[in-house]
Each structure stands twice: as C-alpha cells, then as structure tokens.
C-alpha cells in the first residue's frame, strides 16, 4: 500500500514517531507521500523525509489556508525551494471555502500560478477542495494544461467524479477515512468508481477510519481505507491493494 496523503511530520507524532513508522511499514505501507503546507511546516516536512529517505517522499506547495493578503512572500517561498527531482508534486494546493473566502480571490491566484507550474514542471498536482467545487474547475479550465494529480479527500459526488474525468482525465480520487463512516456518501457510490481512478490516503493525523474514529489517524490505518474499498467494490484485499499501488506509482512517478 501507498498512503499518497500523510502529514507525519506534525507535532502529533513527536513523542512516538519510531513507533508509528514502524507499525506502517508492519501493516504493510511501502511509502508515504508528504504533502507541503507553507513555509513554517516545510523543516519538519523535509527533516522527516530525510530521516526516512525513500519511504516518505515530499511534495511542495502553498495550501489554502495558509494564503492571506501577504501570499506573496509564502509563494516565493515555493519557487526558492523547489528542486527538480526532490518533490513528487505540487501540493498540498487548492481552495477551502469553508473556513474563510476572505481571501478567496488570492487562494485562486495562488492555486491557479502553482497549477501553471506544475504544468511546467511535468509534475502531478494534490488538490484540497472545500465547499469550492465550481472555483476548482474553473481554476482549472482557466489554466487550460494538461494537468493530472488527486483530488486530495475526495468529498465530491458521482457526478462531480464524472466531470473531472471528462475534462481531466488525468486525475484520480484520494480516498481515506471518510469511506469508513456510517452513512459515508463516498461509500454510496464508490462501487461506480473505476478502482484505476482511486488512491489510498489517510491525512494522518486527521479524517481517522473506523474504528479508530475520535483518536488520532496514522499512515497503518490506510488499511482500513483499503479494506472498506475491497467491501464495497466486491474485490479482494489484495486486488484492492495492488491496483491502487500501481495507480500512486504510475501518478507520483515513485
């Protein structure tokens, strides 16, 4: 398994973070990808892919809620510290309409120059999209590349799901924890889901799968993300495993 969305480097894990990797690696996780935030996180992001060098693999970018009036300097702060071949994407990029759109013109003009680079860089993109649906696609389409990366957490609907794969076909759902959840709008319509369109992601430490609901998440839970899957798409554990690792290595060039 590939857990394409972990933030293990937080300051959640600072008192057990050798216990947590290696119940990861024990319960079968073979990488982890790290998703960039902003420039205050970027040392311990770094520090940890260091300390784990070639099994968390970084990615960089300016996430949403980090975008203020000042976006300026935090955007710059990605184009110092970009290096070909270091990261695995741009992300953790997007819009978040659901803590605050008093920013929102700078989140589109922030997300909007990172997509641009990405295009650029060949590199795939991890989208955080909250309650801003019809701002991300029309970020997208006024970019007008070829993109291809995950929609991060994915919270959409079915057809939503079918939009982003007509108009970019190059992009795959991440699904965690949520799909575990009692009356998960995710798991009512996954079984519709191509499962070469789906990656496994956990946000650790957030968005915890049952039944670790209300602790806090780790990249071994993924498991669990992956075992709701096989339940709902009839498939076996293994199948479900196989394929979507192959989808994250293919995606995040691993």
């Keep these: 398994m590939i857990d394409t969305h972990s933030h293990i480097y937080d300051e959640a894990y600072a008192e057990d973070f050798e216990q ?7 319960s079968g996780v073979e990488k982890i990808i790290l998703p960039g935030i902003d420039s205050q996180s ?31 300097n935090e955007l710059q702060f990605v184009w110092d510290h970009f290096e070909t071949g270091r990261f695995c994407a741009i992300g953790e990029i997007g819009l978040d ?22 295009w650029e860089q060949d590199l ?15 970020c997208l389409s006024k970019v007008g590349k070829p993109l291809r990366g995950t929609f991060h957490a994915y919270c959409g609907s079915y057809e939503t799901y079918l939009r982003i794969k007509k108009q970019w076909p190059g992009f795959k759902i991440g699904v965690g924890g949520v799909v575990t959840y ?22 650790a430490p957030w968005l915890t799968p049952v ?9 071994s839970y993924v ?24 989808n994250a290595v293919q995606l995040f060039a691993l």
């Design 20 to 26: 947590v990797i290696q119940r990861a690696k024990e």
């Design 42 to 72: 970027y040392t311990a992001m770094m520090d940890c892919a260091e300390k784990l060098c070639g099994y968390a693999i970084p990615a960089i970018g300016l996430h949403p809620t980090s975008v203020g009036k000042d976006y300026h």
């Design 97 to 118: 309409e659901y803590w605050s759109k008093d920013c929102l013109l700078e989140q589109m003009q922030v997300f909007q120059e990172q997509l641009y680079f990405a």
């Design 124 to 138: 795939p993109v991890i989208i955080h999209s909250r309650e801003a649906t019809e701002d991300i696609f029309s």
């Design 182 to 203: 009692k009356n998960s709008h995710l798991a009512a319509f996954l079984d519709k889901v191509d499962i070469n369109d789906i990656v496994l992601e956990t946000d």
């Design 211 to 219: 039944p670790f609901r209300g602790k806090r998440n780790e990249s």
């Design 223 to 246: 498991r669990y993300v992956a075992m709701k899957i096989a339940e709902i798409k009839n498939m076996s554990f293994s199948e479900v495993n196989d394929i979507t690792t192959n």
